[in-house]
């Protein structure tokens, strides 16, 4: 099976900037969709943006339109999310979650990586 681990994280001042990775592996690797989540403790799960591995441009929710930049990586089976001008309200756990061809949900996830953005 693949296994997504996101890496990045860290703790940044109002302003700044962060880049998120998320590296996928595996002996099969089907992807359809990937895409971005963030959680923070007594929210419910935020989209924050997709794009699909063959091609197109990528999709953000509102929130972080302008400000977040996704791109992917076939080669190295990466994708990214550059974060800038952070916000303290953008703390929050982020999740890479896959969507596999022939599938119709996200089937698989990382464990995530916390990104905290101080006033």
């Known amino acids: 099976q693949v296994q997504l681990v996101e890496s990045g994280g860290g703790s940044v001042q109002a302003g700044g900037s962060l880049r998120l990775s998320c590296a996928a592996s595996g002996r099969t690797f089907r992807p359809a969709v990937f895409a971005w989540f963030r959680q923070t403790p007594g929210k419910e799960r935020e989209f924050v943006s997709a794009?699909?591995?063959?091609?197109?441009?990528?999709e953000y929710a509102e929130s972080v339109q302008g400000r977040f930049t996704m791109s992917r990586d076939n080669r190295k089976n990466t994708v990214y999310l550059r974060m800038d001008s952070l916000e303290p309200e953008d703390t929050a756990i982020y999740y890479c979650?896959?969507?596999?061809?022939?599938?119709?949900?996200?089937?698989?996830w990382g464990q995530g990586t916390q990104v905290t953005v101080s006033g």
């Open positions: 979650a896959l969507q596999s061809l022939g599938r119709s949900t996200y089937d698989i």
């Open positions: 794009i699909r591995w063959g091609g197109g441009a990528a």
